[in-house]
């Protein structure tokens, strides 16, 4: 979903080290903007067509700045408005019962995806240090630099998927606040992300 991509953006603009960028890492952003902006632009046309009530709030959004001038937006900033982000008084108009149903049943499955894929991670980073530890403690610094640069790679995919889970369900929320799906779907805190097994105690360095 262009949430993911999104977030995608998001997460490597806040990662990146502070300081001028490089014209090859300016033309690289720019690249992967205007690619969201491409993908944004063709969900409009297909959003106006289900929920044209999106119109206004479209209209609103896009007008001007304070000084006057044609507001322009950075592509990872743009809201796409989903039934889920429209108002209340909105989402309760007569034709939109359909396009909310639809997201519901799209957010249920995404959230049932980001759990399947945060359990997959934390498989995988157990396997990690199991491996570290059998195999790569004590053997210098450029095998432990490897791994820590591989577990900072999977602890990305896990931190993507959470934000993937706690949007669905922060939709959910609004969609279908009472819903059956609340009895399996619960509240993701930091400190449920563990096992399986018990973690490293050294799960941040691996210079041991």
């Known amino acids: 979903m262009i ?10 603009i806040s990662s990146e080290k502070k300081g001028p960028k490089t ?3 300016l033309a690289d952003l720019q690249e992967k903007r205007t690619a969201l902006l491409r ?3 063709n969900w409009r046309q297909v959003q106006l067509v289900y929920t044209p009530h999106a119109a206004s709030l479209l209209a609103a959004s896009s007008a001007v700045d304070e000084n006057g001038a044609p507001r322009v937006e950075i592509a990872e900033n743009i809201p796409l408005y989903l039934p889920s982000s429209f ?11 359909h396009v909310c149903d639809v997201e519901r049943r799209l957010r249920v499955a995404q959230a049932d995806d980001a759990l399947s894929e945060i359990r997959r ?5 157990q396997g990690l240090w199991q ?14 630099t490897r791994i820590l640069t591989l577990y900072n790679r999977l602890n990305h995919k896990l931190e993507r ?9 922060s939709a959910l929320l609004v969609l279908d606040p009472d819903g059956p799906w609340k009895d ?5 805190k930091k400190e449920d992300i563990r096992g399986p097994g018990k973690d490293p105690d050294d799960t941040r360095t691996t210079n041991s």
């Open 3 to 12: 949430h993911n991509v999104r977030f995608q953006l998001r997460y490597e």
């Open 23 to 25: 014209s090859k890492q």
């Open 39 to 41: 993908q944004i632009q």
């Open 87 to 97: 108002p209340s008084n909105v989402r309760c108009l007569s034709g939109l019962d």
């Open 121 to 125: 991670q934390r498989r995988i980073v």
């Open 131 to 144: 491996f570290k530890k059998i195999n790569v403690s004590g053997t210098g610094n450029r095998p432990n």
């Open 161 to 169: 998927a959470m934000h993937k889970y706690r949007t669905a369900r």
């Open 184 to 188: 399996r779907l619960r509240e993701l």
